[in-house]
């Protein structure tokens, strides 16, 4: 059974950063692709980032291409999303989900929220004052 347990969320200053850890059970990161995904209460769902467990390609939303990182540690079964110039735009609530791996289909094409068949229970992320 693919799990996965999100932490790392928390309330920062404008400007600052965050990193996120999605950790992994039931399966290696090397069979499976990894996505982080945001949503408000009441609002629809963001796909954020996501990466590959084939090839280790990622993808990221261009509201966040340049800020988030998204990358992986093997070892530790374990995939991180490094946020840095947060804005009061990003407060959500951040969501890891894990899939099998699509090998034949690009990162982008794969990070589909309905996609997903795993979801953590997500962690809060406030940007403010």
């Known amino acids: 059974q693919l799990q996965v347990v999100e932490s790392g969320g928390g309330l920062v200053q404008p400007g600052g950063s965050l990193r996120l850890s999605c950790v992994g059970s039931?399966?290696?990161?090397?069979?499976?692709?990894i996505g982080w995904f945001r949503q408000a209460p009441g609002k629809e769902g963001e796909r954020v980032s996501c990466?590959?467990?084939?090839?280790?390609?990622?993808y990221y939303a261009n509201s966040v291409k340049g800020r988030f990182t998204i990358s992986r540690d093997n070892a530790k079964n374990t995939v991180y999303l490094q946020m840095d110039s947060l804005t009061p735009a990003d407060t959500d609530v951040y969501y890891c989900?894990?899939?099998?791996?699509?090998?034949?289909?690009?990162?982008?094409?794969?990070?589909?929220?309905?996609?997903?068949?795993?979801w953590g229970q997500g962690t809060q992320v406030t940007v403010g004052t």
């Open positions: 989900a894990v899939d099998k791996s699509h090998p034949g289909e690009t990162v982008q094409a794969r990070c589909v929220l309905a996609d997903f068949s795993s």
């Open positions: 039931g399966f290696t990161l090397e069979d499976v692709d």
């Open positions: 990466i590959s467990g084939s090839d280790g390609d990622t």
